[in-house]
Every structure is written in structure tokens, then in C-alpha cells.
């Protein structure tokens, strides 16, 4: 007497629990098919409620990304996700009320918004994170500013800033706090705030908001209305690379793949759904087997397994030193051919030395003033460290009335005092009389006679012609672009190995850009840490900085790195090699995943119970093979990209 159809799935089946039915049961069996009519009514009312949650909390994030999606007229994976949680929440309820359609997705969607969700918080965690670590100690205690005190101007850390003082603002310096203008008319670029890459003229008594970059050739003098710890300055640090250059860098590959991906799911679902509904007319059977194709063609590969194999790789990167700020940089890294680097502050370690201090002793007390005047309104090493080395003459602290000191980017820094023109910078340009020569760094001149000729050393990064040499091993195209002088610059390629007509000295900031203009095929890394590497770091294909101490430059990049070697660097590019093998292995894993589930759910084999085993166990797969692929063990073993 064993009921003919009473089987579990049955049982479950509230449609089929029909009076006719339950009289060709006998009694036990009729109490047992109830039972189960009744465990399938608590099991709806149990999975709705929290579904509705679901779909309302989680699901929200996915649909609402959609909906900008499709009104930017952009194809995006949220796309055939989202549309795939409002079927599945739809046709359960509809299952229900309608004791038609045999399909209940509640515990298979729930499973799927838990997955996405936690695809998407690994990935922006490791980016918040990175981006977090630049105002973590010691980063903002080394960010520094000059105040003006009577006629002393001192180097003083931001976080020391109060209202009321006098701030001078050098040249290519960031205005820590938001401040008054005390002096002419200043050009400041406001791109960190607004975007906008113009820079703006701020008059007299106008405030110049945190976070502004002076544009002006002179020295900004200004007066702080806050303390540091208001500023605003400390959001803006911790901001992203900015999305439309982001977005710019973004590698075809995934714009391709996407593409396809969104538009093949959605076809295939919208084909299933016409064919049944032709076939048979039967609108809930048609609407049951669009649901489960898009339930089960889950892009755990890209929603899952990608971002955090992305995690991994920035993980592994962290424990070498490295930080990367730009989402798309370690897809844009692979396609990196070539990679360019500034000379002092990069490949050299950029703490710099006079060859000979006793030339600062021999300055008179007036030469020595003007010089100090001079060099403390600029930020360049050179110069810092002249203001280092007259820091110990008392006279050289003081402030010399010197005026319309104006600072010419990729030359020097010139001032007037009474009648006369006083210049510190490049030989060529302080010292009109000939008698400069490539041997002399810096000159100190007075009406274009020199006044002192100054050398400075300085000490390569320890294992620099070790990277040098591995990176041209891996087949990288390497070379050296700098403001400093033709001759050093040649003479430390020569050291390093690297071909002469690679090796570009005595380049302006603006020419830099414009070489890398010219000659960047998409390609290129570039590597700087001044504020004159500031328009080709941030123009170059792939960015990167050791410069933590000036957090201006490292904001603008897409990585920087803390320790006292370039390995990071190379190790990086690696990384992302093997990162784009893993992701590509994930992707055909998915693609073969997805081409027998579409199958199965679109000849209507496709249940419920199917979906929610398949996807996590497709997913917990991926996942498994992507930790052991990309484990820091395994990384550290690579020898070669």
C-alpha cells in the first residue's frame, strides 16, 4: 500500500497536495504527505522572511550597481547578478502562491548574495587597507611644512601647525590646513578636491582650502585658521587614485571578457525563457528554468575567487614592503615592458652630502643669511641639504629680506635683495659667467658671478645593480629619467648597466611628461619620488614611489614602498604575472563550470537542490586551488617573472 507519488520532493510539492490525491492515500500516508505539506509551509514562511532580509541588506548592493550600470550605458558582472536575485526572490514567492511553479531558491539565494558579498569585501578591503597604511605612523609624522617666525623660517612637522601661524608654502608644496593668503596673488592647483587639473589663482585674504598644491613660481605666504588635526588634508590623503585616470588605465582584457560574459548569460537566459514559454506555454515553467540559469551561472571566479586572489597577491606584496593604492594596477602591471626610474631619491637612497662642508664655513655672515633665505624656500634635496649644513651657523637662521624669490622648476631658485639677483641652482643657469662645468652640482651666484660652487655625494640603494641587472635578465627595457645633470646621470647608468642613450639628464618636470608623452606605448612603469617627478609619475601607465616621507607623490601613485631596496619592485611585476595565470585559470574553470549547468538548467533538469549544491561547491573549489596557487611560500620561490 505504499503511495504511488508521496516521495519527499513530493511531499515538499505543495501544488500536488490536492484533495484528489490524498484520497488515494490510506491514512498513514495522507498524515505523512500532511506532515510534509506542513514542513514545506514552515520552511516557506522560514525562508521568506529572511530571503526578503537578504535580498533588502545584500542584495541592495548588487541591484543598486546595476541600475547605475545600465544608466551609464556601461555593460558590468552586477548586471546578470542582479537580475538573477530578483528572478530567484521572485519566482519563490511566486512558487508559493501560485502552487504552480516548482522551484523554492530561497536557501540557494541567500547562499549566492552571501558569496558576491564576500567576494566584494576582500577585495576593497586589501585597497582600504593599503591606502589607510599612508597616514599610519611613520607616514604623517614625517610630512613637514615651513613656518615663518619673525625672520626665522624653520622646518616644523605638520602635526605641530596651530592657527595663527605664518606658513611659507615653497614652490610644488602641499598646503597642509586650510589658510589665508597674506601675500600677491597665488596659483593653486585643486585637483585633489575637486578633480580639476587647472590651476586657480586665490587673492589676498582668500582661503586656500587643505590639501591645494602650489602652482605659483614664488613662495606662498600664508596664515593657518586651524590646527593640523582638523584638516581636512588628512581625508584627502587617504583618497584613492582617481577613478576616471583609474578607469582610463583599465586593462581590455577585463572590459572584453565582461562584455561577453553579460551578454552571453543574458542571452542564453532570455533564449531558455522564449523556447519554453513557445514550446508550452507554460509561463511559470518558463520563468523556473530563466531563474535557475541565471542562479546557477554564478561568476564565482570573478565574484569570489578573483578578488581574492587579488587579496593574496597584495598580502604577499605587503610582506616585501609594498603597498598598492590603484584597483587596476595589478592587471595594468602585466602588460609593463619597459620600466623607467628617477635618479636621486630612487635609485639612489636620496640623503645627500656636501663633497666639501668647509665651503659653508667659508661664506661671510651676509652670503650665508642670503643662501639660508634662499634654500629654505625650496624642496629640493639640494637644497635641503645646504639648509641642513647652514643650520649650525647662527647667522644662517636668520630670514634675509630678500624679495620676488621665485622658484624656476627643473633650474633653481633666484631672490632679490637691494638691486642684485641671488641664484642657487644648476650651474648653467646661476653662473652666466662660463666658468661653470659639468663637475659643479649646484652654484651660488650674485648677478650671475659665483659666489660658491657646491658637490654633493650621494649612496646607491643597496641592491641596485642587483635589481638592475634581473630586471634587464627578465627582459625589461630599462631606463634612467632625471633633472640632474647629463654627466652624473650617465655616470650612474654606466655603474649600473644600463645603455647610455637610455640614461635622460637635465629634464624639466614638464619635459619629463612630455618625453613619456612621446614614448609610452602603454607599457611603462615609471618610478620618482619628487615633487618634479609629480606630472610623469602621475601621466605614466604604471606609477609607483618609495618617496613615504611625501605623501603628496605617493597619493598621485599607484604603489609605494618602504623598504630601503627595489626588490619590491620587481617582485611586484611578478606577482602580477602570476596573478593573471591564476585569474585565467579561474576564468576557464568557470567558463567550463557554467557551460554544463546552463545546459542542464536549460533543458529543464536544473532543481533547486542542484543549484545550491553546485555553486558553493564550484566556488570552494576555485577558491582552494587559487590559496594554494598563490600562497607566499610559492611566491617567494619564483626566481624569474
Known sequence: NAPPRCTTRHAFDVGDASPERFADLSSSSRA?????????????????????????????????????????????????????????????VYAYFSRRMNADYFDTLNVFIALMLVG?????????????????????????????????????????????????????????????????VASV????????????????GEVIPAGGFSCSDAPIRVRATMEFSQSALVDLLRAPVHRSVDAARTTAFWKKFT????????????????????KNGDLPHALEVTTAILIVTCPCALGLATPLAYQLVQANLRRVGLY?????????????????FDKTGTLTTGELRLSDSEIIGALGDRDAGILRALVSQSNHPKSLTIARALASRAVGGRFAPLRNVREAAGWGIEGILADDCYRVGRAGWADTSGRANDGDDVVFSKNGEPIAHFQFEEQMRQDAKDEILALKKCGFE????????????????????????????????????????????????MIGDGVNDALVVESAFCSGTPAIDRPFIAARSDFYFVTPGLRPVRFALSMAKELRAVVHRNVAIAIAYNVVMV???????????????????????????????????????????
Open 599 to 641: 545546459a542542464l538548467a536549460a533543458s529543464g533538469n536544473m532543481s533547486p537542490l542542484l543549484c545550491a549544491v553546485a555553486m558553493p561547491l564550484s566556488s570552494l573549489s576555485v577558491i582552494a586551488l587559487t590559496v594554494r596557487s598563490l600562497s607566499f611560500r610559492n611566491a617567494m620561490g619564483e626566481e624569474s617573472l
Open 259 to 278: 562584455s561577453i560574459y553579460v551578454f552571453t548569460v543574458l542571452g542564453v537566459a532570455a533564449g531558455s525563457f522564449s523556447f519554453w514559454l513557445l
Open 478 to 525: 630599462l631606463s634612467i629619467l632625471s633633472g640632474d645633470s647629463d654627466f652624473r646621470v650617465k655616470s650612474l647608468a654606466n655603474e649600473l648597466g644600463i645603455a647610455p642613450d637610455h640614461a635622460f639628464g637635465s629634464k624639466t618636470p614638464r619635459e619629463k611628461a612630455e618625453w613619456l608623452a612621446k614614448t609610452d606605448r602603454n607599457d611603462s612603469l
Open 32 to 92: 505523512s504527505c500532511g506532515a510534509w505539506r506542513a514542513i514545506g509551509r514552515l520552511s516557506f514562511i522560514r525562508g521568506l522572511p529572511l530571503s526578503t532580509i537578504s535580498v533588502l541588506v545584500g542584495g541592495s548592493f548588487f541591484i543598486a550597481s546595476a541600475v547605475t550600470a545600465i544608466r551609464h550605458r556601461l555593460v558590468h558582472l552586477e548586471i546578470p547578478i542582479a537580475l538573477g536575485i530578483v528572478l530567484a526572490y521572485a519566482g519563490s
Open 324 to 340: 598598492v593604492r590603484s584597483e587596476r594596477f595589478l592587471d595594468r602591471a602585466c602588460d609593463v615592458r619597459r620600466v623607467i
Open 189 to 204: 592647483s585643486l585637483d585633489w578636491i575637486n578633480g580639476e587639473s587647472r590651476s586657480v589663482e586665490v587673492r589676498r
Open 120 to 184: 566584494r569585501f576582500l577585495q576593497q578591503r586589501a585597497i582600504d587597507r593599503n591606502r589607510n597604511f599612508l597616514l599610519a605612523e611613520p607616514g604623517v609624522d614625517r610630512l613637514f611644512t615651513r613656518r615663518q617666525r619673525g625672520d626665522t623660517v624653520e622646518l616644523i612637522r605638520c602635526g605641530e601647525i596651530a592657527a595663527g601661524d605664518n606658513l611659507v608654502i615653497a614652490p610644488g608644496d602641499l598646503v597642509p590646513v586650510d589658510a589665508i593668503v597674506e601675500g600677491d
